[in-house]
């Protein structure tokens, strides 16, 4: 029967036996315990990068260079000057500019509100079509339409300030000077095994801050964003291609990405999402691992290969079933205040006490060039294609 450490720890709360030569029983930390914090990518880098921070609280900027494209949000009928776009879409566009719809030309005269151009129909030559744009017609922007001498208002350059918390993670070992040199079955110091157990428990609950944490501030307490809180312009909710990832269902999110200026090389997830992009029959074995023994079989996917490029895999045992994320990893960023320590504190008694702390944050850049999938089912038919 298993033994449990209580706190503190006296001599007499685990089992004592005699020292043998064996081999230690108790599994090391492996790349695979933490692979964002810890882990080694396939590729030979870690995960995500680890930078310092000076604040309890921390900052940056993204500056968002708008590409002069949008989609009509509301039917456009003839003659009709105001044009409607999706919400904030009009920071792309300034009075005096020329947009494409379909074949006709037409000018902003003004910025109306976040969601509304006022425009002149059928310019240079073009015709007003005589029938509604529909709902998703494209919008191109041409630059300026004005008389020689006049000059045009800049396009909008938006310039965000986001920020997260450092959070605390801490605990602590009571333990008696006895229990600390008693010989245990496997384990050649207790001291030591607890040790290292608080270290992994804590990396754990850091992992699993930086997939589901949410930035919160209660003072004193601070709670540290995750890739679920940041990750919001790209979230697809019930399931993607059948519930499952496929290659299409990645390089679809990945065009959204590349067209909001950015692009994710990696994809977190629990192995069994990868299942579709690994399986061993049908069209979409897409693998970077060459097996040139046919008895042994087929590899795991180490990465997919789409037209944007090659995506890193990141197997993660935290991520919810249901979830998957697709990050850009020098964009998802460690910061650390203080790395965990171990601290002697003062003894009670005949016990030795030490406190273990940590404080660190997670810094999500650029989230729309990001993508975070909710609702996969991986207990669902694999899609036809593939099997």
Same mark, same amino acid.
């Given at each position: 029967?298993?033994?449990?450490?209580?706190?503190?720890?006296?001599?007499?709360?685990?089992?004592?036996?005699?020292?043998?030569?064996?081999?230690?029983?108790?599994?090391?930390?492996?790349?695979?315990?933490?692979?964002?914090?810890?882990?080694?990518?396939?590729?030979?880098?870690?995960?995500?990068?680890?930078?310092?921070?000076?604040?309890?609280?921390?900052?940056? !900027?993204?500056?968002?260079?708008?590409?002069?494209?949008?989609?009509?949000?509301?039917?456009?009928?003839?003659?009709?000057?105001? +044009?409607? +776009?999706?919400?904030?879409? *009009?920071?792309?566009?300034?009075?005096?500019?020329?947009? =494409?719809?379909?074949?006709?030309?037409?000018?902003?005269?003004?910025?109306?509100?976040?969601?509304? +151009? *006022?425009?002149?129909?059928?310019?240079?030559?073009?015709?007003?079509?005589?029938?509604?744009?529909?709902?998703?017609?494209?919008?191109?922007?041409?630059?300026?339409?004005?008389?020689?001498?006049?000059?045009?208002?800049?396009?909008?350059?938006?310039?965000? /300030? %986001?920020?997260? %918390?450092?959070?605390?993670?801490?605990?602590?070992?009571?333990?008696?000077?006895?229990?600390?040199?008693?010989?245990?079955?496997?384990?050649?110091?207790? !001291?030591?095994?607890?040790? /290292?157990?608080? @270290?992994?428990?804590?990396?754990?609950?850091?992992?699993?801050?930086? !997939? %589901?944490?949410?930035?919160?501030?209660?003072?004193?307490?601070?709670?540290?964003?995750?890739?679920?809180?940041?990750?919001?312009?790209?979230?697809?909710?019930?399931?993607?291609?059948?519930?499952? +990832?496929?290659?299409?269902?990645?390089?679809?999110?990945?065009?959204?990405?590349?067209?909001?200026?950015?692009?994710?090389?990696?994809?977190?997830?629990?192995?069994?999402?990868?299942?579709?992009?690994?399986?061993?029959?049908?069209?979409?074995?897409?693998?970077?691992?060459?097996?040139?023994?046919?008895? =042994?079989?087929?590899?795991?996917?180490?990465?997919?290969?789409?037209?944007?490029?090659?995506?890193?895999?990141? /197997?993660?045992?935290?991520?919810?079933?249901?979830?998957?994320?697709?990050?850009?990893?020098?964009?998802?960023?460690?910061?650390?205040?203080?790395? @965990?320590?171990?601290?002697?504190?003062?003894?009670?008694?005949?016990?030795?006490? %030490?406190?273990?702390?940590?404080?660190?944050?997670?810094?999500?850049?650029?989230? /729309?060039?990001?993508?975070?999938?909710?609702?996969?089912?991986? *207990?669902?038919?694999?899609?036809?294609? !593939?099997?």
């Amino acid at each position: 029967m298993a033994d449990t450490a209580t706190n503190p720890i006296n001599s007499y709360e685990l089992t004592t036996e005699t020292k043998i030569n064996i081999d230690e029983l108790i599994a090391i930390l492996n790349p695979e315990d933490l692979p964002m914090l810890g882990g080694v990518n396939s590729d030979g880098f870690p995960t995500i990068p680890k930078l310092p921070v000076d604040n309890t609280v921390f900052y940056w !900027l993204e500056e968002d260079m708008p590409t002069p494209r949008s989609t009509v949000a509301t039917a456009l009928a003839t003659t009709v000057t105001t +044009l409607v +776009l999706p919400a904030g879409d *009009t920071v792309k566009f300034a009075a005096g500019d020329m947009l =494409r719809i379909g074949a006709e030309i037409v000018t902003v005269t003004a910025v109306a509100s976040t969601t509304e +151009l *006022t425009i002149v129909r059928a310019q240079l030559g073009t015709s007003d079509p005589g029938v509604n744009h529909a709902v998703g017609s494209e919008v191109i922007g041409l630059g300026t339409y004005l008389d020689e001498g006049d000059v045009g208002d800049q396009q909008f350059r938006g310039r965000d /300030r %986001y920020s997260n %918390y450092t959070q605390i993670w801490t605990s602590k070992i009571s333990m008696t000077r006895t229990e600390q040199v008693i010989p245990k079955y496997g384990i050649p110091s207790e !001291l030591a095994r607890q040790v /290292r157990s608080i @270290m992994l428990s804590e990396g754990v609950n850091m992992e699993q801050t930086l !997939l %589901y944490g949410v930035k919160h501030e209660t003072a004193p307490r601070r709670g540290t964003g995750g890739l679920s809180f940041f990750i919001t312009t790209n979230s697809i909710a019930n399931g993607a291609s059948g519930n499952w +990832l496929t290659v299409n269902e990645v390089e679809k999110r990945q065009q959204t990405a590349y067209d909001a200026g950015g692009m994710f090389g990696a994809i977190v997830a629990r192995p069994i999402n990868f299942r579709a992009l690994t399986n061993t029959a049908g069209a979409e074995r897409i693998q970077t691992v060459t097996v040139d023994d046919p008895r =042994r079989g087929r590899r795991r996917a180490t990465s997919v290969v789409t037209e944007f490029g090659e995506v890193e895999l990141v /197997r993660n045992r935290y991520a919810r079933v249901s979830d998957a994320f697709g990050i850009n990893r020098e964009n998802v960023i460690h910061r650390v205040l203080q790395p @965990m320590v171990m601290q002697p504190l003062a003894k009670t008694d005949d016990k030795d006490n %030490y406190m273990f702390v940590a404080e660190a944050g997670f810094e999500v850049k650029a989230e /729309r060039h990001m993508v975070k999938w909710t609702g996969l089912d991986p *207990t669902q038919a694999l899609p036809s294609n !593939l099997v």
